[in-house]
């Protein structure tokens, strides 16, 4: 059964990266951009079993590793956002241009240096680059308006409904002396956050002015469960920590499951398309590193629980990120450090056979391949025409 969740960070949340920390480790704490799919799952589970009143014994965590967790993004006047696709080129001028598969005239052109053969980079046309410039930043966050009409093809242009990522919040600290209650000599930190009660508008100026240049936001997640898990899911409301130093969040079920659903746009661009474009929502983690499992030598594979035969044309992604952990189940301890391709991460498809409409139903679902990291909410996946 599926629940869904509203979370209202109350503290600036701790979602640390892997460097050291700690007594003779360092004393500068680094974050990550947003939180990872694993600690937000980590913080769920926790809190359901909290809910139902269960031990962390070694079958209450098994039971707990099968609850599906999607989540956490942004909402903000009950519009989901998704992170920024990396087919998004920001000219100075022209504002976000559209990276595809090289190919003009019939002809393609250049190659890549990508371990498959067959793959064509990613690029602008000559029309679109005529000249050679330094790409902006795009907004870190797109209200669905825009992303949806970005991956059925349509114009985008950057406004004040966009959102940029969170700023990071660095506290010092000073260890006291339990005696006298003083400060220790050389004993300072610093701890980083990321405040995400409220996101800056991308037209926001920076100077540290108005509210208005801020957009209040919940986190929305989404949850699969069964038996006593699903009956705590359906009850949630209440604070609990999430990521580290027990920093809180308020936690409670909702009924606003819709704007999970794929658009109506999507849909109809998919229902006419011979050509797919996958884009990760959250970090993906494949066996092959930036390739997904499901393709095979050829690069040609069916998505996970999809009716449709995609041969792999192009790829755009960033450089790989490292994801970590410990296992409170058996075996207990570190758990391996994992590649993942970044959240943004866009794939080419050519259809090769089967329904390309099946695909509207598998927005927002996991496409990594371990069961484990597509029950943590690793790989959710949207997908549109090119």
């Known amino acids: 059964m599926t629940s869904f969740l509203d979370v209202r960070a109350r503290d600036p949340i701790v979602c640390r990266d892997g460097r050291p920390f700690g007594a003779n480790q360092g004393n500068r704490m680094k974050s990550l951009a947003w939180p ?3 600690m937000i799952a980590g913080s769920c589970r926790a809190l359901i079993a909290n809910t139902a009143g269960r031990d962390f014994s070694l079958q209450t965590g098994r039971e707990l590793l099968g609850l599906e967790i999607a989540g956490l993004f942004p909402v903000a006047d009950r519009c989901l956002y998704l992170p920024a696709p990396n087919d998004c080129v920001v000219h100075p001028d022209k504002g976000p241009l559209r990276a595809a598969p090289a190919k003009e005239h019939g002809i393609e052109l250049g190659g890549c240096d990508w371990p498959n053969a067959g793959l064509r980079p990613v690029a602008l046309s000559e029309s679109e680059a005529t000249e050679d410039f ?10 669905m308006a825009a992303y949806e009409r970005w991956m059925a093809g349509g114009p985008v242009s950057f406004d004040s409904g966009f959102l940029k990522g969170p700023d990071v919040e660095y506290r010092a600290h000073v260890s006291l002396n339990a005696g006298t209650g003083s400060a220790e000599e050389g004993e300072l930190f610093t701890t980083a956050a990321l405040p995400l009660a409220h996101l800056r508008r991308h037209c926001a100026k920076t100077d540290g002015g108005l509210l208005g240049n801020f957009a209040e936001i919940e986190l929305a997640g989404r949850v699969r469960a069964t038996g006593w898990c699903e009956d705590a899911a359906k009850r949630l409301d209440t604070l609990h920590p999430l990521g580290g130093e027990r920093r809180l969040a308020h936690w409670k ?14 849909r109809n661009a998919l229902a006419v398309s011979t050509h797919v474009r996958m884009v990760l929502a959250t970090p993906g983690i494949f066996r092959d590193g930036w390739k997904p499992g499901w393709l095979d ?4 594979g069916t998505p996970p629980s999809s009716k449709v ?7 755009t992604i960033q450089r790989w990120q490292a994801v970590s952990g410990w296992s409170l189940v058996a075996p207990t301890g570190p758990k391996p450090v994992k590649r993942m391709v970044p959240a943004g991460g866009a794939y080419f498809f050519e259809k090769v056979d089967g329904d390309v409409s099946s695909l509207a139903d598998q927005w927002l679902e996991p496409v990594s391949d ?3 990291d597509k029950r943590d909410g690793f790989g959710l996946a949207t997908w549109g025409s090119w």
């Open 297 to 300: 030598g050829d690069l040609i």
């Open 370 to 372: 371990d069961s484990q």
């Open 309 to 315: 035969k995609l041969r792999l044309v192009g790829v």
């Open 36 to 38: 990872l799919p694993a």
């Open 134 to 143: 330094k790409p902006e930043f795009a907004p870190a966050w797109w209200p």
């Open 253 to 266: 079920a909702s009924k606003s499951g819709s704007i999970w659903n794929c658009p109506v746009l999507i």
